[in-house]
């Protein structure tokens, strides 16, 4: 695998304060991040998602999945948006992604968070990933395929606004307090209808398990 010359020599920090958001750029060659965007969009197990809104379980237009390691060859559960999922084992594909953005990021991570959305008219809404199952300020690397769309931080209390392009192939890591102290999202827009694919590597810090 060729490691691309887009790649920063240093990561570029993006929040003002009160975490801390590292941008790597793209630690892809276009021609890896084709395959491995081809090779996500066949065969991960692609469902819409679903929340719990008003006591009614809605399903989103974007599709996701769930990876995590096993322990003892059973799936991790973990909640969110009051519902639970439970975990598919990482691909041989996934697994080498976890490997490299573990380098990259010198974190470790033992669940990906794999987010679909078809086209510019699917986003997701702003939200901080502060779930009680993850680790606490533990770190969140997102790594990105296909197309390249706009990512937005907003300070819970401030309320400043941070905005950057995620390139395809581009690693972005969280931690700290940013989930503390600011919100993200991805804002939906009509001027881009190619497909993206969004992994975020997470820790879930105590695993339930599935029997
Ligand atoms: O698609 C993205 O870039 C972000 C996804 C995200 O924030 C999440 O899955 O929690
Ligand atoms: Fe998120």
């Known amino acids: ?14 929040l003002p304060n009160d975490g801390e958001v590292l941008y790597y750029g793209e630690i892809f060659s276009p021609e890896d991040s084709d395959f491995y965007f081809r090779q996500l969009l066949n065969t991960i197990p692609w469902q819409h998602d679903q929340a719990m809104v008003l006591g009614q379980i809605i399903e989103t237009k974007r599709k996701v999945a769930w990876c995590a390691d096993t322990i003892d060859n059973k799936p991790f559960s973990y909640s969110y948006s009051g ?3 439970y975990s598919q084992p990482f691909s041989p594909e996934l697994l080498s992604l976890k490997k490299l953005v573990e380098q990259h990021s ?3 991570y033992n669940s990906c968070l794999l987010n ?13 990933d502060g779930e009680d199952d993850l ?27 941070v905005a950057l392009q995620l390139k395809v192939a581009s690693l972005l890591v969280m931690k700290g307090n940013t989930q503390q102290y600011w919100l993200h999202s991805l804002p939906p827009t009509k001027t881009v209808t190619e497909p993206r694919i969004n992994l975020t590597f997470r820790t879930i810090d105590k695993p339930e398990l599935k029997i």
């Open 106 to 108: 010198g974190e470790t």
């Open 116 to 128: 679909l959305y078809h086209s510019g008219e699917e986003g997701m809404a702003w939200h901080s």
């Open 1 to 14: 695998m060729n490691l691309f010359s887009s790649l920063l020599d240093e990561p570029i920090s993006i």
């Open 135 to 161: 680790k606490e300020r533990g770190a969140i690397a997102s790594l990105s395929f296909g197309a390249e769309r706009k990512f937005s931080f907003k300070h819970k209390f401030s309320k400043e606004v």
């Open 83 to 85: 519902v639970t999922r």
